[in-house]
């Protein structure tokens, strides 16, 4: 359910994507295509090689023209090294497919935009471990022009920024999975004129054998085999037109020397000039300075954040991957004309980082105001906050009623009746007592609310209210909204580990972390009880406590996704919408049990 939700977020955020390129451009998918007269134009362009001046009326296209123009005439059957040679042509013959069955390019932008954007939400969830990550790096890369403007326009940077995070994800983190890695690695280079990729490649092969060190050199060669055949397979054509293996190999060579006559320039680093500033010198006169006009900020901020991000040990490990991606982008584009349509290669990376230092460091801004607060609280403990809020805990709770009433219905359905029950932080006792067990124990640290389920529960002569931890062992054992208020997590549950038995079920609901700035929000106008001291924890910061305590977790879920009651919304978008948005529900809840 979890990874069903993670694709929601991407595909909510793609078509929120695609809805803006509709307002950005509402005809982009009316692509009107004459192949006849796309070809002849293309026939007279400066793409085609012309030493005896046959080409009288020679007219100049845009590179999308040329794209679009050889990739049908591959489509068709012609040989990918008599049109357009410089590249490979495997993303040529997709727009040439993509023209030939859907009469529209466009298509096969939008789907590669999709992937791109799937790929950036689960590259980032590897990296930070925090949905938060992935959500903001998304964000970044729809504000960003350059993704727009990369969509909207055919060029090849898209498609081969696609294969380039489908390789990374798979090398880095499914290394066991050689035949995927050397069918996209093959694929990759097959994109574009391979000296970027391949320089990146290279890197990433010294970041698994120094840093991962998981490099292992039989699947490494398998890797290469496969990617090779894939690469001269895209040339399937050429051999079959009686092509030799030693034409294939100058025709690479020709394509090397093609780069580097027509795609050097004497003013080195260009590239990144480009992207710190949004300028760069034209590469037909070097005293002519330009603007793109897709120049965002974002970008040299992302860059400085990345580089900072590095001065936190915690997030070293975590940015370096992405900062040998970034590195090597910068030093293998020094030498080559600059263009803005090029930097699409990494902003997935560089807005990962963005994000994953922006979420860092807002969380420990916010536990460090928490820590303030915590000082300068009267309340200067938990046991105190919750004895002088004791008299109003009820109330507030009954101002919460739709939530408590919806908390109850999940743990009757969580611990039957009839069972030995303990409770821990029981507050007044109305759950422990909802749950009609054999034999139930509540403990809370402070003595006013023990006081207090005393009298109200008195004639439940099975239950116990006490402010001590028993010593006997019980069949469930559950906590509800107290985990925030836990100094030492891991100490506390290796205490609840000694009062299970092999088949004791250990259940805790807290508060989605999600909605701790509503909650903040509804506090100050006194809509609900006041917390005190806490800190809200992730599930993943829990599961760590949990597994080191001695337990694991056999399930992780979520209820009720609007906890309070708003006539005709609230029944229907529980009922009917919750299972598709599980991870923005109100009530998060683990279930454990002894590890041995």
């Known amino acids: 359910m979890i990874k069903n939700f993670n694709w929601y977020i991407v595909i909510c955020f793609w078509i929120f994507f695609i809805f803006y390129l509709f307002i950005q451009k509402p005809y982009f998918y009316r692509f009107d295509f004459d192949s006849q007269k796309t070809v002849e134009k293309y026939l007279k362009s400066q793409d085609i090689y012309d030493p005896q001046g046959d080409i009288k009326d020679r007219t100049y296209i845009s590179d999308s023209e040329i794209y679009l123009a050889s990739g049908y005439l591959y489509s068709v059957g012609e040989n990918p090294s008599k049109y357009n040679f410089q590249h490979p042509p495997l993303l040529k013959y997709l727009y040439g497919f993509s023209l030939r069955i859907f009469s529209n390019p466009y298509v096969l932008q939008i789907i590669f935009s999709f992937f791109i954007f799937a790929l950036t939400y ?25 993704t727009t403007d990369s969509v909207l326009n055919i060029y090849l940077d898209l498609g081969q920024t696609f294969f380039e995070l489908a390789f990374i994800m798979s090398f880095i983190y499914y290394p066991a999975s050689w035949l995927v890695q050397g069918i996209l690695l093959g694929s990759l280079l097959s994109t574009k004129f391979w000296s970027l990729s391949l320089f990146i490649f290279l890197l990433l092969i ?10 292992e050199i039989k ?20 051999f079959l037109q009686k092509g030799k293996i030693t034409d294939f190999l100058w025709l690479q060579l020709k394509m090397l020397k093609f780069m580097l006559d027509h795609n050097s320039v004497s003013q080195l680093g260009g590239q990144l000039q480009l992207f710190l500033t949004g300028l760069y010198n034209s590469w037909w006169s070097s005293n002519t300075v330009l603007r793109t006009n897709i ?35 910068f030093i293998a584009t020094i030498s080559g004309a600059p263009f803005t349509r090029y930097i699409i290669f990494v902003t997935p990376y560089l807005y990962i980082g963005l994000s994953l230092v922006i979420i860092f ?29 004791a008299k109003d805990y009820d109330y507030f709770k009954n101002k919460s009623s739709f939530y408590y009433s919806n908390l109850k219905k999940l743990l009757r359905t969580l611990i039957p009746e009839g069972k030995k029950v303990l ?76 009062l299970m038995t092999p088949q004791t079920k250990f259940i805790l ?38 597994e080191k305590s001695g337990m694991k977790i056999v399930k992780h879920d979520y209820k009720l996704l609007i906890p309070i009651q708003i006539p005709f919304i609230t029944n229907f978008v529980n009922k009917y919408l919750e299972k598709y948005f599980k991870r923005l529900s109100f009530i998060e809840y683990f279930i454990a049990e002894r590890e041995h």
């Open 509 to 546: 609901t807290m508060a989605n972390p999600i909605w701790e700035p509503l909650l903040m929000i509804w506090e100050k106008m006194d809509w609900k009880m006041k917390e005190g001291p806490h800190r809200r924890i992730t599930n993943y910061q829990l599961s760590i406590f949990i």
């Open 295 to 329: 120049f965002t900020i974002i970008w040299p901020l992302s860059l400085a954040v990345l580089i900072i991000g590095f001065c936190w040990k915690n997030l070293r490990s975590k940015l370096a991957l992405l900062g040998v991606i970034v590195l090597g982008y």
């Open 122 to 146: 689960f590259l980032g969830l590897k990296i930070g471990k925090d949905i938060k990550v992935s959500i903001l790096a998304l964000i970044f890369l729809i504000i960003d022009p350059l």
């Open 361 to 389: 460091l807002f969380e420990k801004i916010v536990n460090y105001c928490r820590v303030l607060q915590h000082i300068n609280n009267k309340n200067k403990d938990v046991e105190t906050h919750f004895d002088l809020i």
């Open 219 to 238: 699947k490494f060669i398998k890797t290469i085999l496969i990617s090779v055949l894939v690469y001269i397979s895209i040339y399937t054509v050429f």
């Open 423 to 498: 409770e821990i932080g029981c507050g007044t006792g109305d759950l422990l007592v909802s749950l009609k067990s054999k034999l139930g124990y509540g403990m809370d640290i402070s003595s006013e609310m023990i006081k207090i389920a005393q009298l109200k529960h008195k004639s439940e002569d099975n239950i116990t209210f006490s402010t001590k931890m028993p010593k006997t062992k019980f069949d469930y054992i559950f906590m509800s909204d107290v985990i925030e208020h836990l100094e030492d997590p891991e100490k506390n549950f290796k205490e609840i580990l000694n």
């Open 206 to 215: 010294l970041y698994r054998k120094f840093i991962l060190k998981n490099f």
